[in-house]
């Protein structure tokens, strides 16, 4: 017994005399134009696994730098790494690579394979952050990769028009257990594009102008989305295909081109939105065959259209959500209403409360006849603001029969759970 303590004893020796070996040789290496190495590539050649490469400042075009190493490559001064708008600036194919406050431009274009400022591919454990990315057509690619984290960087796209010719801010194709945190992307086609990324997370984030959409997000089961703001892209965000999202307190503003919208959910399922505002959108939340979801302390707030409920939608509830001067709380295409509303605030609510318990005795239908017949007759938009809307408003009050009769809040809250401390920051 003795004898193999002994022997387990050596071996532990052993481990940690080789750990401390490899710890005692990680070393930095300097890259710069008065250092012995001037060049990114030559000094990637040289290191070992944890090495630190330290760029002090420059101008380097060396494109394609591949990093085959687990190492980190450190910027100060943000040294500039261009492209030339040749392929991907930099290429990472090796785990654990930590890129930290580097000046990426000029990521190639090519219309067969993704191209950009930082391409990863099947990898684990990398982190992107502190670093200023423009005019890629992809700033950011992630392939396959698991457990990585883009954080703290700025992101400038080529502000190209053209939807087939501008790529993504940040692109994460599936991947697992990412991260994406306190970023700033303006200027792509979709500042943040996830598909068949599972259990991802995408916090305090602000994504704004882009030409397509804040953010799209497909196949992404399981995942976060808390603490963003989304602002002046064509829409805000597009979740489809996915279960068990968590969307808290992000924002959703100023997207009023035509048919713009704030978030569009499709084919979402088992999902919890709670504490979102949407303020000044054309069309603020959209849903379409979306089923067993919560909507609890939202904010609607100076929208077109508040809420587009699709006859396809089952099982939703809104509890507590507060609607404050939008022309239309509620449109729906359907006759019958399959989703429970109850105890939220409408600012359009005429009713009263004798028995002051904070809930109005009259129920509440929050559908306008009008919305009804716009949202199965679109072209009818071009009498909103005219005299019939105020005729049929009048006719509704009188016969609400008219409306869907089940589309109703039989408990709508006399006054607004969050209107004046909120509303003043959007």
Not at 6 to 15: L, Q, T
Not at 162 to 187: P, T
Not at 247 to 267: M, P, T, V
Not at 319 to 347: G, H, K, P, R
Request: proline residues 2%.
């Amino acid at each position: 017994m003795l004898c193999k303590i002994k022997i387990i004893i050596f071996y532990v020796v052993i481990i940690l005399n080789l750990f401390s070996f490899n710890t005692i040789q990680a070393k930095d290496i300097k890259i710069c134009d008065n250092c012995e190495i001037k060049s990114i590539t030559k000094a990637i050649n040289l290191a070992e696994n944890g090495d630190i490469l330290i760029i002090n400042g420059g101008y380097y075009k060396e494109s394609p730098i591949v990093i085959d190493k687990s190492i980190t490559v450190k910027g100060v001064g943000f040294p500039v790494i261009d492209g030339e708008k040749k392929e991907s600036v930099i290429k990472i194919i090796s785990d654990n690579v930590i890129i930290d406050s580097l000046f990426i431009i000029n990521g190639g274009r090519n219309q067969l394979n993704i191209v950009g400022g930082i391409h990863t591919f099947e990898v684990n454990n990398c982190v992107i952050k502190n670093s200023l990315f423009k005019n890629n057509n992809f700033a950011i690619y992630l392939g396959k990769v698991n457990n990585c984290l883009v954080e703290n960087n700025l992101i400038l796209g080529t502000n190209e028009k053209s939807e087939v010719l501008s790529g993504n801010g940040v692109h994460s194709w599936y991947s697992n257990n990412i991260k994406i945190k306190k970023n700033i992307i303006r200027g792509h086609r979709d500042g943040l594009y996830l598909e068949s990324s599972e259990e991802t997370e995408i916090t305090d984030n602000y994504s704004l102008n882009n030409n397509r959409y804040g953010l799209h997000f497909m196949f992404c089961h399981g995942s976060i989305l808390k603490n963003n703001r989304f602002s002046d892209n064509s829409a805000g965000v597009v979740i489809m295909y996915t279960y068990r999202v968590e969307a808290l307190e992000n924002i959703f503003q100023n997207n009023e081109r035509k048919g713009s919208l704030g978030i569009l959910i499709k084919d979402i399922g088992d999902s919890v939105f709670k504490k979102n505002k949407f303020y000044k959108t054309t069309r603020a939340l959209v849903m379409d065959n979306s089923n067993r979801n919560h909507f609890e302390e939202n904010i609607f707030y100076f929208n077109g259209i508040s809420l587009i409920v699709l006859g396809s939608c089952d099982s939703n509830k809104f509890i507590n959500n507060n609607f404050l001067f939008n022309f239309f709380d509620v449109m729906s295409s359907a006759y019958q209403n399959l989703n429970n509303f109850t105890e939220n605030y409408w600012s359009r609510y005429q009713g009263y409360d004798l028995d002051f318990d904070g809930i109005g005795d009259k129920p509440f239908h929050p559908m306008q006849y009008f919305g009804y017949l716009v949202s199965n007759y679109s072209e009818l938009s071009v009498l909103l603001l005219s005299p019939i809307i105020e005729f049929l408003e009048v006719a509704e009050r009188a016969f609400p029969v008219i409306t869907p009769i089940n589309l109703v809040d039989n408990r709508p809250r006399m006054k607004a759970t969050a209107y004046a401390k909120e509303v003043e920051n959007l």
